[in-house]
């Protein structure tokens, strides 16, 4: 439906392990974008790449780390995981321009679980 | 940083009833942008709105954005089952920095 594809959807891991997420655009949009989405906060930016360049960084532990190849695909390596790091991760895309934005298309996400 | 608040965190309405939520910012908005989210899915993009007092509808769903740009809401009229799911509005600050409302949850009563 939305031309953004994640993967995998489900996964659950130690906190010793390294794992990574997958994100894949087919929309042509130049941006993209990393959310964490949990319970009880709401829809928290983490990353942003705009042509392939991060551009957005918004605090987060450097036990997570982004990596975006090509402006179709982006990654989120996962290392040394916390339990309050379960949550739906969520990866967008979106042309910009200038100072006006388009809309985002996210993609199904992925139901994390550190156990 | 930029601070976006949603209210009301749930609405139960039965079908038929109209339903109406509200994203307030104590500083000027940029873009506001509605999405929804059904149950288990992930957020789709219902609107965009620009200018300042813009009003824009959807069928059953208006969307406006307060003249002072702090303020925007969503009301849907007669709603239906089918507009089960969280509303979410988000600002679009700096061209591609989203700050998300934390979001009202609809459930509807057939």
């Known amino acids: 439906e939305t031309g953004v594809t994640q993967t995998p959807r489900h996964l659950v891991m130690g906190m010793t392990n390294k794992k990574s997420l997958k994100c894949e655009q087919h929309l042509g949009h130049n941006a993209m974008y990393w959310y964490k989405q949990s319970a009880k906060k709401p829809l928290e930016l983490m990353f942003v790449y705009n042509f392939k360049e991060q551009t957005e960084n918004n605090s987060v532990p450097s036990r997570f780390s982004p990596e975006c190849p090509n402006s179709s695909h982006l990654f989120l390596h996962l290392h040394t995981l916390q339990p309050e790091d379960s949550a739906l991760y969520l990866c967008?895309?979106?042309?910009?321009?200038?100072?006006?934005?388009?809309?985002?298309?996210f993609g199904p996400g992925t139901r994390l679980t550190v156990t | 940083g930029q601070q976006v608040m949603q209210i009301p965190q749930y609405q139960h309405v039965q079908e038929g009833e109209d339903f109406t939520t509200y994203c307030n910012s104590s500083t000027t908005l940029s873009n506001i942008q509605w999405y929804k989210q059904r149950p288990g899915g992930h957020p789709v993009f219902l609107i965009q709105l620009v200018k300042s007092g813009e009003v824009k509808k959807q069928k059953r769903l208006t969307f406006q954005f307060g003249e002072a740009k702090k303020n925007s809401s969503l009301h849907i009229t007669a709603t239906q089952t089918t507009d089960v799911g969280t509303y979410f509005c988000?600002?679009?600050?700096?061209?591609?920095?989203?700050?998300f409302g934390s979001g009202t949850k609809l459930n509807v009563k057939p």
């Open positions: 988000a600002d679009l600050y700096n061209f591609n920095k989203f700050y």
């Open positions: 967008a895309s979106s042309y910009t321009a200038g100072t006006g934005g388009y809309e985002q298309y």
